[in-house]
């Protein structure tokens, strides 16, 4: 049986800093448009895009 510890050992990949700062990234590229939408009439996008684009950011950040 495998225990947490193990897999936190043999996990591979980025540290805690670095994959915290990927998705703090991820999650501003998704706010700049948000709050664009707020304060601006040219910026309209649909909930769709925001699903789409906020699974592809957090598949890449899991990719790492």
């Given at each position: 049986m495998t225990?947490?510890?193990?897999?936190?050992?043999?996990?591979?990949?980025?540290?805690?800093?670095?994959?915290?700062a990927?998705?703090?990234t991820a999650a501003a590229l998704l706010a700049v448009p948000a709050i664009a939408m707020i304060f601006t009439g040219e910026v309209n996008l649909g909930t769709g895009r925001f699903h789409r684009?906020?699974?592809?950011?957090?598949?890449a950040v899991r990719k790492c």
């Open positions: 225990t947490l510890n193990t897999m936190e050992s043999t996990r591979t990949g980025l540290s805690g800093k670095w994959r915290l990927l998705w703090g684009h906020g699974r592809l950011a957090g598949d």
